[in-house]
């Protein structure tokens, strides 16, 4: 590896955990690649990088820094320091989507998918209970994709995503945006209507979840909206609280995450409504998106 090379990544590792990046999570398993800042000369930075025996997407990848700022933590000790250890910075790679798709390989392995997911017989309840699968939908070189969490008694009639009530508020939301539908993919970490649309179960996520990384896969979006807790723990494999999760972006394979409270839950919590517009003025703010 080459010293320009180095110098670009440790650049890189800094400004992720400025912009407070803590996981990373990865479709293909983790790769883990340790910094060791020793001496003042940039040249000095030593590396490693060693496969995760965790099977694909099991676990949280974080990255994990001693106390005190994001950038003293990355500097290089300096003579007199107390320190007797150098900092270290663990974290894993970005995993990137395989090779770019053209528009019609996207549109003919997306029929593919679609095929295999109305399909699907794994989860008997919602097999019984469904109407039709809901795929997704949108456009198939998208810059963003919004990901819910499943298909309501509108969305499982329709077989399209986000038609309901809450579906309109999201067109609301778009639009306050300056994004239009058509400018977006939108799918859900399920493909059926749950019973009495109450959450999937952890059997039903993990059955379907695998759909919904292919669909990223071919998608290869730069950046991912997360509607709802639901979406972001599968997604992002974390048992933390949406609070917690909102406000900063995450990275899921190639793609920067920012996650937002689901637009069902506006219709019941009229507040939080300002909470989602924070999030997604700072969203348009990275895409570049001007809002006046």
């Not at 290869?220 to 609280?241: D, M, Y």
């Amino acid at each position: 590896m080459t010293f320009d090379l180095k110098k670009t990544i440790a650049q890189h590792l800094d400004s992720l955990a400025r912009s407070g990046v803590e996981t990373i999570a990865t479709g293909r398993g983790r790769f883990e690649l340790e910094w060791d800042l020793k001496q003042s000369d940039e040249s000095s930075i030593e590396y490693s990088t060693k496969r995760s025996a965790k099977p694909d997407g099991v676990g949280e990848n974080k990255v994990a820094m001693r106390p005190g700022s994001p950038s003293s933590d990355l500097q290089k000790p300096t003579s007199g320091s107390s320190a007797t250890q150098p900092p270290v910075l663990s974290i894993s790679t970005v995993d990137p989507y395989g090779a770019s798709l053209s528009e019609s390989d996207r549109k003919s392995q997306l029929q593919i998918l679609q095929n295999e997911v109305a399909e699907c017989t794994c989860c008997q309840q919602l097999v019984a209970s469904r109407t039709q699968t809901v795929f997704g939908v949108g456009n198939i070189t998208p810059k963003l994709v919004f990901l819910g969490e499943g298909p309501g008694a509108d969305e499982d009639r329709l077989g399209e995503p986000f038609v309901g009530a809450a579906g309109k508020l999201l067109d609301k939301i778009m639009a306050a945006s300056k994004i239009k539908r058509s400018d977006v993919y939108i799918l859900n970490t399920v493909k059926c209507r749950p019973p009495a649309n109450r959450n999937p179960t952890p059997a039903e996520l993990n059955n379907c979840w695998g759909f919904a990384q292919r669909q990223l896969e071919i998608l290869q979006p730069e950046f991912i909206c997360c509607l709802g807790s639901v979406a972001a723990k599968r997604l992002l494999n974390t048992t933390q609280p949406l609070g917690r999760l909102r406000q900063r972006f995450h990275q899921y394979r190639a793609s920067r995450v920012l996650v937002t409270y689901h637009p069902a839950y506006l219709l019941r919590t009229e507040s939080a409504k300002r909470h989602v517009w924070e999030d997604m003025k700072m969203l348009m703010k990275e895409m570049g998106v001007d809002l006046g």
